[in-house]
């Protein structure tokens, strides 16, 4: 994998199957990425709902990503395909 990940969880526990199923999610990401892509995760809950904020550093460019859902892992989907989305329309 190109990119170095750092994930944190606030309001809730930080499973290392959530690590890994967010680190399978940011593999599909690979494809667009350079040498020294950076992505920061942050899970949160709040009340009964989960939200994922994902910041992406690639070649100088800053991406963002927020998805908020009842169910965590939907959420990892949302973030992922419009961080797919931004990055095909800025494709080197």
Not at 6 to 15: G, K, N, P, V, W
Not at 61 to 76: E, G, I, P, R, V
């Amino acid at each position: 994998m190109k990119l170095t990940v750092t994930i944190s969880a606030r309001d809730f526990e930080l499973t290392p199957a959530i690590s890994e199923m967010i680190e399978k999610k940011v593999e599909k990401l690979d494809k667009f990425v350079g040498e020294s892509a950076t992505v920061t995760w942050i899970c949160k809950k709040e009340g009964q709902e989960f939200q994922s904020d994902v910041h992406l550093l690639n070649r100088g460019h800053n991406y963002h990503a927020h998805a908020l859902d009842h169910n965590l892992y939907h959420t990892f989907d949302l973030v992922i395909d419009k961080l797919k989305e931004q990055l095909q329309r800025h494709h080197f």
